[in-house]
């Protein structure tokens, strides 16, 4: 079974910064990439950027370009999202998702549970 | 980029047919279209993808047959027929650029209650 796993809900303080991992399983993990999604609470869905754990290559929304960044460890089939300073304005569920590198198939599938976290002096 | 508009909310009965828009903006009508269903305090799961000729390859696993879409125009479609109680979700619709691209929209979705 193709699964991603995320890891658990992190509460912080403003400034802290944060590491929050997606461990991919049940298939090759360099043949993917794996993007990040943010949903705030009551929100949509917002795209932050993405990875190919081959060689580490990324791509990262406008918006988001600068504020994180994304990373992957191919060896243990697990990409990361990191914080360098966070802000309460960061609150929030982060997804993981699988896409193809086809662009004709890359729908995000499947997606992690969900890594809720909160922000708050 | 295209800018994707879903209504914010819509209700069916239990057992009839619903169908949700997800409408790109003015000059993407050649753009394809992901959707996604979002049970309540759940990630989201893949449906399937849509273009003007309909479904571009298969559908999300688990998917059931009741589940079917249509384009056309700057309209992408998702029509759920015989709603069960397990439809009531929130709809996301997406877009992606191409690999490789930093373009990613999703529209704001819709919140479907099964009456």
């Known amino acids: 079974e193709v699964q991603l796993v995320q890891s658990g809900a992190e509460v912080k303080k403003p400034g802290e910064s944060l590491r929050i991992s997606c461990k991919g399983s049940g298939y090759s993990f360099t043949s993917y990439w794996i993007s990040w999604v943010r949903q705030m609470p009551g929100k949509g869905l917002e795209w932050m950027g993405r990875i190919d754990p081959s060689d580490s290559y990324t791509n990262y929304s406008p918006s988001f370009q600068g504020h994180v960044t994304i990373s992957a460890d191919k060896s243990i089939s697990t990409a990361y999202l990191q914080w360098s300073s966070l802000k309460a304005s960061d609150t929030a569920m982060y997804y993981c998702?699988?896409?193809?590198?086809?662009?004709?198939?890359?729908?995000?599938?499947?997606w992690g549970q969900g890594t809720l976290v909160t922000v708050s002096s | 980029q295209p800018v994707l508009t879903q209504p914010p909310s819509a209700s069916a009965s239990l057992g009839a047919s619903v169908t949700l828009t997800c409408t790109l903006s003015s000059g993407y009508s050649n753009y394809k279209v992901d959707w996604y269903q979002q049970r309540p305090g759940k990630g989201p799961r893949f449906v399937m993808r849509v273009g003007t000729g309909g479904i571009v390859g298969s559908k999300g696993d688990g998917i059931p047959d009741r589940f079917s879409v249509l384009g056309s125009g700057l309209n992408r479609y998702l029509t759920i027929k015989n709603i069960q109680e397990e439809d009531e979700s929130d709809y996301h619709c997406?877009?992606?650029?191409?690999?490789?691209?930093?373009?990613?929209?999703f529209g704001g979705g819709t919140k479907l209650t099964v009456l």
């Open positions: 997406g877009a992606d650029h191409g690999s490789g691209s930093n373009f990613v929209v």
């Open positions: 998702a699988r896409q193809s590198f086809d662009w004709l198939l890359n729908w995000f599938d499947p």
